[in-house]
């Protein structure tokens, strides 16, 4: 199941959101601490929103280009399908 994304290193590029078959995240909006025009710019960060769907397939984990997210039980030694 998914346990955690680290959000302090997400770019919100929203591909967990993408290639999750059970739809447990969503992208949210947030405002950011940059400024532009006076404005909070804002960017969208997933949320884990229904972890009880998770049927941990390990997309998420395998496919976030940063590496941020958390799926247990953790297989890190098992062949990557690139
Ligand atoms: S492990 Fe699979 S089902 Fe669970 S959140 Fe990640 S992509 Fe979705
Ligand atoms: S795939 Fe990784 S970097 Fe992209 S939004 Fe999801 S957690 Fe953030």
Redesign the pocket.
Known sequence: ??EAIDLDKCTGCGI?DD???????YMEPVETPDVVDGMHRAKSLPV?KY?Q?????????L?CPEGI?D?HPSVKNRPRPW
């Open positions: 199941m998914i967990c290639v999750c078959p059970a739809d447990v995240i884990i972890q769907h998770c049927v941990t397939c390990f997309n998420c984990e496919f997210v799926v």
